[in-house]
């Protein structure tokens, strides 16, 4: 079951509430001694995920389906970076990563129980037993309960924490039975944020030399150093051509003196015409920009522009801006 996107969180009391994880969504199953991790797409996780497999094969339930969230938790948040790198044609170094930075499975829902499909049961009902199945994880392991709620002030205590452990909050129909795809009976809210970063350059559209591909973002850390982190490009052709006019004045400029925009393309956004090359200016301009969540002190995704800030001095754009209000990792000992 899919979850639609929304711009605020629906109030009533049909609705309950869950925390929207920073993790890979997926179903488990295990029938016996034959257990499988799926991913939202329906590709097979369970070899990059060793850890999680041999928890579930330890319990006593032997014919059950679950829907939840792989996570990996670091330094008091979550590392969708290491979650990513868990995703390893080697078996060594996934067994190695297993080991290193381990994973835990966040149960939100139970969809079958002793070999039983209960998906057509009511949410309220499948909660009840997903605890009592849930009673069963062992205590110290990788198995985890994902909180819910219907109180709103929980909500948006959830909600303010926003951009370590969570991605965003979760609005359930506790009345509805479990429906493959998207649906009204759940839907999802992601808390926007803003930053106001320092233009340290940029990259040409594809094949072009009229139009801005993308404006690549800087923050200055507390050395003084400004350091790359993320990039807008939420333009249309009209401003695509403007921006050239407009960056001109700055070009030759310093660029980045801290952490640079990778020139040499990864392992993620590989391609026959992925230039990464960029076009450094004088770091002069500030744009406000919305984003959602950080990864390693990088905005993960693309931005939108928001406003310029011809009222900000650069040097004010700290990465103080990218922190986030408090952890929730606490909600994993649920």
Known sequence: ???????????????????????????????????????????????????????????????????????????????????????????????????????????????????????????????????????????????????????????????ARVGGALDGVIAKRADRPYTGGKTDAAVKIKKLRSADCVIGGFRYAAGSKDLVGSLLLGLYDDAGLLDYIGFCSAFATGERRALVKRLRPYLGGSGFTGGAPAEVPSRWNRGPDRDRSYVTLRPDLVLEVAFDQVTGGRIRHGTSPLRWRTDKSPRQCTVEQLQIAGSVLGLLET
């Open 1 to 159: 079951m899919e979850m639609r996107s929304v711009e605020t969180i629906p109030v009533g009391p049909e609705w309950q509430y869950e925390p929207k994880w920073d993790g890979f969504r997926a179903l488990t199953h295990r029938d016996g001694d034959s257990v499988a991790i799926v991913s939202k797409n329906g590709q097979p996780l369970g070899r990059y995920f060793p850890e999680i497999v041999a928890a579930l094969t330890a319990l006593p339930g032997e014919h059950f389906s679950l829907d939840g969230e792989l996570v990996v938790p670091l330094a008091g948040a979550l590392s969708f970076d290491a979650l990513q790198q868990r995703i390893h044609p080697a078996a060594s170094r996934v067994a190695t990563l297993a080991r290193t930075t381990p994973a835990y499975y966040l149960a939100f829902d139970l969809l079958r129980a002793d070999g039983i499909d209960i998906g057509g049961l009511a949410l309220r009902d499948r909660r009840v037993r997903l605890e009592r199945f849930a009673h069963t994880f062992p205590a110290a392991g990788p198995l985890r309960l994902s909180p819910v709620t219907t109180d709103r002030a929980v909500v948006d205590a959830w909600f």
